[in-house]
């Protein structure tokens, strides 16, 4: 169980190109998801948290204009890179947790992002 | 000072050593702690939740030192398999947002 889903695992495209990343948890409802970057050898830093319905809470430094978050379900969040550059290139994961905060973060198998 | 700091390694060791990470935290109200295990382009997966009287899972041991702020996960009679890096996390804030640490580098050689 606790499967979650991401989509698309690698894109590619020119600079200038907005690009959406989908999220789904197959077989839990995720009150709360989460978005992740991370660069080359370095640690998965968190972006946003975003709540069923609500605005996400960006991280300090974290262009919410330019990384939109839409959680619209309990069961899909979508994070947008719009007029992506080569330096947004990176790998993009996603976590979804089932409602008390208590519960674990289940991760999805993450999105390569590679803007030319 | 950076919130979670993990020596980066990488550690080489043969099949069947002993090897020990260690982590570093600086907020001393840091309530849960965890061990993740990424493979290469994979997403990190749990290997352990560390609890405050240690605990092992196989051959496993995570131990945490809340006076000293740091946790720690040993690995015994490592296989080729454990080659990965290991992630030490913490949870913080309302939203219990997790902090990860940059991941330290194993590769068991055969």
């Known amino acids: 169980g606790a499967v979650v889903s991401q989509h698309p695992s690698w894109v590619i495209c020119k600079s200038g190109t907005s690009v959406k990343i989908e999220c789904r948890s197959l077989d839990f409802q995720a009150t709360t998801m989460f978005w992740y970057r991370q660069f080359p050898k370095q640690s998965l830093m968190l972006m946003a948290t975003s709540n069923e319905g609500s605005k996400a809470t960006y991280e300090q430094g974290v262009e919410k204009d330019k990384f939109l978050i839409n959680h619209a379900s309990l069961t899909l969040s979508t994070l947008t890179v719009t007029s992506a550059h080569p330096e947004d290139s990176s790998f993009y994961i996603c976590s979804a947790r089932e409602g008390h905060s208590n519960q674990p973060q289940h991760f999805g198998d993450g999105t390569r992002l590679s803007i030319l | 000072r950076k919130e979670v700091e993990q020596d980066p390694g990488p550690f080489n060791v043969p099949e069947g050593a002993t090897v020990a990470f260690n982590c570093t935290y600086s907020n001393s109200a840091s309530q849960s702690f965890f061990w993740y295990r990424q493979d290469c382009r994979k997403e990190p997966k749990l290997l352990m939740s560390?609890?405050?009287s240690g605990n092992e899972d196989g051959r496993f041991t995570a131990q945490l030192n809340r006076a000293s702020q740091y946790i720690s996960l040993l690995i015994r009679d490592s296989k080729l398999s454990d080659s990965a890096t290991y992630l030490c996390?913490?949870?913080?804030?309302?939203?219990?947002?997790?902090?990860f640490g940059s991941g330290t580098q194993l590769t068991v050689l055969p």
């Open positions: 560390v609890y405050s």
């Open positions: 996390a913490l949870n913080r804030g309302s939203a219990r947002q997790l902090t």
